[in-house]
C-alpha cells in the first residue's frame, strides 16, 4: 500500500528552526514530485515548497522563501522540509503528497495524491 507518513513536527520558539521529513512506502518508483503544504487552524491548506523527482529542481512559496529548503534522499526513500526563522503565525499541520499528474499546483491541489496524515508544528515562546 503507497502511502507518506510525516514526522518531525513539534513546538519550537520564534525564530527557532526544525525539520520534517516525509517517508515514502509501498511506491514502485520514486521519481515523482512531492509537495510540502500546510494548513493552519480556520485557514486554508497552502501550498509551500516542491521538488522534482530527481531533486534537481525546487520551488517555494514566497512567504517561505529563503527560509526553507526542500530536499530529498531517494535511497532513503524520504523528502525533508528544513525550516529555519519559524514565525509565530506559521504553526501548522505539515502535510507531504506526490504529483499525481507529473506536475505540483499550489493552487489546484488535485494536482497531488497520497496526502500523509500530517505532522504539527507549533510556534510558540
Known amino acids: 500500500q503507497e502511502q507518506f507518513v510525516e514526522s518531525g513536527g513539534g513546538l519550537v520558539q520564534p525564530g527557532g528552526s526544525l525539520m520534517v521529513s516525509c517517508a515514502a512506502s509501498?511506491?514502485?518508483?520514486?521519481?515523482?514530485?512531492v509537495g510540502w503544504f500546510r494548513q493552519a487552524p480556520g485557514k486554508e491548506r497552502e501550498g509551500v515548497a516542491c521538488i522534482t523527482g530527481g531533486g534537481g529542481s525546487t520551488n517555494y512559496a514566497d512567504s517561505v522563501k529563503g527560509r526553507f529548503t526542500i530536499s530529498r534522499d531517494n535511497a532513503k526513500n524520504t523528502v525533508y522540509l528544513r525550516m529555519t526563522n519559524l514565525k509565530p503565525e506559521e504553526p501548522a499541520v505539515y502535510y507531504c503528497?506526490?504529483?499525481?499528474?507529473?506536475?505540483?499546483?499550489?493552487?489546484?491541489?488535485?494536482?497531488?495524491?497520497?496526502w500523509g496524515q500530517g505532522t504539527e508544528v507549533t510556534v510558540s515562546s
Open positions: 509501498g511506491f514502485t518508483r520514486n521519481d515523482y514530485h
Open positions: 503528497a506526490r504529483a499525481r499528474w507529473g506536475y505540483i499546483s499550489y493552487d489546484d491541489q488535485r494536482s497531488l495524491d497520497y
